[in-house]
């Protein structure tokens, strides 16, 4: 039998019916035994907690930890599944792709929007396809949830309180769990998996609208090591100086002080193209890095692990191409 190590990290799954109080570390294990009996008949499971905490709490130095632990522990098994909240699941599952470079074996976040416990609990068939992902999905970071395995850092959370949750706007998926199980190749990582588990925290996310006044993220970027903007639609932001509220002094500055600045797009399907519009124009003269169809959950992760291992053009050339399958080509095609 298949050996798969289950590590939790907390979130609603794990709660009691009386939430917010977090299930003991034994009552959740009981709880796994007793409500997912079958469980134990697909895989020897390993059961590792690694916290108990709401995901809001989630931070990058428990992803470097998780990382490291998910590295050291992999070669005694066939797979992973990690239990976590489903409020930063999407930024965990972002983070975990991109400090674990090769990755050679399956691992499955899930979660629930009601806890284990609970009689119309989603939890219960979410652990069933996780472990059935974990077992026969792609070798990567994923993120399985009402009966479809996503790639982990192409979901975003869509849904607070229907099951169907998780959304993958801009990649088709890697499974479907339906009355049969289907699931994709998945990305094909190269060379030996390591773990790459420094991070650079101190970066801002900036998400532009009518009425922003500049000086606010002038003051700002002389504080951060990178900027990531979510722009409108193809990238874009105000540029017209006549109206006092043009982002262009913004760039100017971040360019000016060695800061690296990603756009990404407040609309889910498509992404960026610095191409098509004025404020692009200007975005790229200042050497702004388009973040293409990525998420915001995978911008912010990817600027953070950059940073932290590459300066100037070879950041920019980690940015901008995919190296866990984050990013595809956004290409502008005429008549
Ligand atoms: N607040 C919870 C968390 O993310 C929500 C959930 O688990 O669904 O930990």
């Not at 992803?63 to 930024?91: C, I, N």
Request: hydrophobic content about 45%; glycine content about 10%.
């Amino acid at each position: 039998m298949k050996r798969l190590l289950l590590i939790h990290t907390g979130g609603t799954l794990g709660m009691t019916g009386r939430r917010p109080n977090a299930l003991k570390p034994g009552a959740f294990f009981r709880t796994v035994a007793s409500r997912v009996p079958e469980l134990k008949t697909l895989a020897h499971l390993e059961l590792e907690l690694f916290s108990n905490i709401d995901s809001c709490e989630m931070q990058p130095e428990l992803w470097s930890r998780l990382a490291v632990l998910l590295h050291e522990r992999l070669d005694d098994f066939d797979g992973a599944v990690v239990t976590h909240g489903t409020d930063t699941l999407a930024d965990t599952a972002s983070a975990l792709s991109f400090m674990l470079p090769g990755l050679d074996k399956p691992v499955v976040l899930t979660g629930a929007q009601r806890p284990l416990e609970e009689v119309r609990t989603d939890a219960r068939l979410n652990l069933i396809d996780a472990v059935t992902s974990a077992l026969h999905g792609p070798s990567e970071v994923t993120v399985c949830f009402d009966s479809h395995l996503l790639r982990g850092n192409r979901v975003r959370k869509v849904a607070v309180s229907e099951y169907d949750a998780f959304e993958s706007p801009n990649h088709p998926g890697l499974g479907v769990l339906g009355v049969d199980t289907r699931f994709e190749k998945g990305w094909k990582a190269k060379g030996k998996r390591r773990v790459l588990p420094k991070l650079e925290p101190n970066i801002f996310l900036l998400r532009v609208f009518p009425g922003l006044d500049p000086r606010l993220p002038l003051a700002i970027v002389p504080q951060i090591k990178g900027l990531v903007i979510e722009a409108y639609g193809a990238g874009n932001f105000p540029v017209d100086a006549s109206l006092g509220r043009s982002l262009a002094p913004v760039f100017a500055l971040a360019r000016q002080r060695g800061i690296p600045v990603v756009l990404v797009s407040q609309a889910h399907r498509n992404g960026v193209e610095l191409s098509l519009y004025e404020s692009g124009a200007v975005a790229r003269a200042n050497g702004a890095i388009s973040g293409g169809d990525m998420t915001v959950p995978a911008v912010v992760a990817k600027l953070m692990h950059g940073l932290a291992y590459f300066r100037g053009r070879a950041l920019a050339r980690y940015l901008e191409r995919s190296v866990a399958g984050e990013r595809g080509s956004v290409v502008a095609t005429g008549p």
